[in-house]
C-alpha cells in the first residue's frame, strides 16, 4: 500500500504560480511511477502529467506544456507540481497518483494509489 497526501493548492490569480506537493508513505515510493490529474466541477478527471521511478521519463498533457514541470525527490517521498502561468481553465481539484510500475502512464485506470486532492482555483 502506498499512502498519498497532497499540499500546495490555493487561490491565485491569472499569470501566477503554485507548486504542488505530493507526500508518499507506506511502500518503497521510488519504484512507483507517479501521476497528477486533475478534475475541474461537471467535467471527468483528466491527465495532467507523469514521471518514471527515476525522474528521467515525464510527460504531460499539451495544454500544460511549457507551464507545468513534475519533478519528484525519491529521498523524500515527495513528488512535485510547479505551475506557473496559470490560466483560469486550470481550475480543478488536483490529484497525485501512483502505481505499481515503474512506468508512467496517462490513463487513470493505470493508477493503483490515490490522495485525496487539493484544490487549485485560478481567477481572471
Known amino acids: 500500500q502506498v499512502q498519498l497526501v497532497e499540499s500546495g493548492g490555493g487561490l491565485v490569480q491569472a499569470g501566477g504560480s503554485l507548486r504542488l506537493s505530493c507526500a508518499a508513505s507506506?511502500?518503497?515510493?521510488?519504484?512507483?511511477?507517479m501521476g497528477w490529474f486533475r478534475q475541474a466541477p461537471g467535467k471527468e478527471r483528466e491527465f495532467v502529467a507523469a514521471i518514471s521511478w527515476g525522474g528521467g521519463s515525464t510527460y504531460y498533457r499539451d495544454s500544460v506544456k511549457g507551464r507545468f514541470t513534475i519533478s519528484r525527490d525519491n529521498a523524500k517521498n515527495t513528488m512535485y507540481l510547479q505551475m506557473n502561468s496559470l490560466k483560469p481553465e486550470d481550475t480543478a481539484v488536483y490529484y497525485c497518483a501512483a502505481r505499481r510500475s515503474t512506468t508512467p502512464a496517462s490513463t487513470i485506470a493505470s493508477y493503483d494509489y490515490w490522495g485525496q486532492g487539493t484544490q487549485v482555483t485560478v481567477s481572471s
Open positions: 507506506g511502500r518503497t515510493f521510488s519504484t512507483n511511477a
